[in-house]
C-alpha cells in the first residue's frame, strides 16, 4: 500500500497551530485554506465554544482557524500584497498574542513583499513571516525549523535560568493522542522531582514559549520533530538531553528514557520507574491469564512504518518482548541518521537486514503505522491487526487515552495486539 504522509507546508502551519494563542495567516487560495482550518480544529480545538466574536468577516469567512487571503488569478498575475496589509488588522483585531503569515506553494512565486507589510502597520513584536518553499519538505522538519522560528520572532531572553525546570522537545498535535502523551510524560518527569514549564509544539503558549528560554533542560521526545529547535536551547544555554534508546516508545525504551532523563539531571527515577514496574507486572498477569491467546502472538509477522525514533524502539520492542518478527521495517522522510544506523544494525544484528527499508506488506500479522495505512490495510484484509501509531487523517482517535508514548502507550500497543490476536 502507497502511504500518504503530510509535507513540510502542513507540518509548518500545524506548529504555529499548536500554539495556543497564536493564530496562521496563509497567503494564498481559499482551497489551500480548508483542509488545514479543519485539520488544525480536529487535532486541537482550542477554541471558546463560548467565544462571541464575530467570524463572518473577510479573510475569516465564518471559521475562526487559519485565515487566508483567499488568492484569485489577479493576484497571481499583479501581486496581492494589498490583501496583507489589509488583513493583517483584521487577524489581529481577534486578539492573537503571536501571528505567522505563510505563504501557500504558489504564492510563494509572488514575491508579495510581507516584511514591509508588517513594518508599515508597526507589528514587527506581534507578527513574523515565513518566506520559505515547505511544500516538499519532510512534515517533522518543517515542524521544528517552524517553532524556531516563532521563538526567533518572539526573542525570549535568557534571564534568569530555574534549576530543576524542564521543557519537553519533539512532541507535536500530530502526534497520535498528543494530550495524552504529554500528560503521560510531563507526569514521568514531574514525579522525580523535576518541573516541565513548556511542550514547544504540543499546546504551549506564547508566554510559556518566551520564559521557556529560562529552563535548566531540554528534554528530547522524538528528534525528529524538534531539528532545529534543540539547537536553538542548546545555543542560548539550555542543557539537552536526549536518550540513547530513541523515542519512549515500549517499555524498555521508557526505561532507557526515564533513566537518561535521571542522570543528567542529578534526580530519583525510582518513582517513575515505579509507573513502569506496575504497568509490566499488569501485563504479565494478563498474559498469564489468557495464555493461549497471549501466545497467538508469538512468532507474529509485521510491518513498521513512521518516524525512524519511533520505528526503532518499537521494532525493537516488539521483536524481544513479543517474539514477534519484523519483515518490512521504513523510515519516514527527514529521519534522525543516528536513528537510522541504529534500527539498521539492530535488524542487521537479528537476521533482518533485507526489511530495512521496505513499506507495510500485504499479509503480514500487524501493520504499526500513521493512521489511515493501518486502518485501510486491517479493514482491507492486508494484515490481521492495525495499530495506528501516527498521524491519523483528521485527528479523530479515542476517547480514552491511548498515546504511542510511555507507560500508557506500551498498554494501548499490547492493548491493541491483544485484542486483534482475540478477534482473528
Known sequence: MTRVLPDGFNGAIMAVES???AMVFLHGPGGCRVRHMVHSTAVYPRDDPDDDLDFFSPYFYGYPRVPATYLDEYDFINGAAYKVREGLPIVESRRPEFAVIINSPGAGLIGDNHEKAIRDLGLESKVVYMDESLVSMPVTMCYGHMLRTVLEGL????DSPRPGTVVLLGLTIMDKDWRAATEELCGLVESMGLEVVAVPGAGATVAELRGSLNAEFAVVVCPEACQGLVDYYADNGVR??????????GFDATEGWIRTVAEAAG????PALARVRRARDRVLEKFVGMKYNA??????TFSAAGIASVVRPLTEWLYTYLCMAPVAVDVDPGADPDEVDAVRSFLESIDYAESFG????????????EGLT???MSVNGGCRVGVPIGHSSMG????????IYGVQGSLYILDEMLHGARVN
Open 19 to 21: 500554539i495556543s494563542d
Open 155 to 158: 526573542d525570549p531572553v535568557r
Open 240 to 249: 539537552i538531553i536526549r536518550s540513547p534508546h530513541g523515542a519512549p516508545v
Open 267 to 270: 534526580c530519583d527515577p525510582a
Open 295 to 300: 501466545l497467538r502472538i508469538k512468532g507474529m
Open 358 to 369: 521496505r513499506p507495510p506488506v500485504h499479509g503480514c500479522g500487524a501493520v504499526f503505522s
Open 374 to 376: 493501518a486502518v485501510t
Open 396 to 403: 479523530l482517535d479515542d476517547v480514552i487515552p491511548r498515546p
